[in-house]
């Protein structure tokens, strides 16, 4: 069965920064390419950033580019969401999700997903 794990989420003041994990397992992790979505209260999840599954090309939202670099582990199984300069917007439940497909930023092309971790950027 397959597990995706998010951990990291919390509250941070306008500025801040926090460090999102995604852990897998009962997938081959190394084959999937991994996104993070965001859905804040009362809107659409939206796309925030991917990673193909060699960690050799990423894609990004306009909105978080240059804030917000992922990484992966293939090693530890875990995608990484370094997130800094956090504003208000910023403020929603994050998910990650594996993708068989290359890489893509629509949620129905995703093969499995977390739970999601709480981001509150407090102003």
């Known amino acids: 069965q397959v597990h995706l794990v998010e951990s990291g989420g919390g509250l941070v003041q306008t500025g801040g920064s926090l460090r999102l994990s995604c852990a897998a397992s009962g997938l081959t992790f190394s084959s999937y390419a991994i996104d993070w979505f965001r859905q804040a209260p009362g809107k659409e999840r939206e796309f925030v950033a991917c990673i193909i599954w060699s960690g050799e090309r990423s894609d990004y939202a306009a909105s978080v580019k240059g804030r917000f670099p992922i990484s992966r582990d293939n090693a530890k199984n875990t995608v990484y969401l370094q997130m800094s300069s956090l504003e208000p917007e910023d403020t929603a439940v994050y998910y990650c999700?594996?993708?068989?497909?290359?890489?893509?930023?629509?949620?129905?092309?995703?093969?499995?997903w977390g739970k999601g971790t709480l981001v509150t950027v407090s102003s």
């Open positions: 999700a594996a993708s068989s497909n290359f890489m893509s930023r629509v949620p129905g092309d995703m093969d499995y």
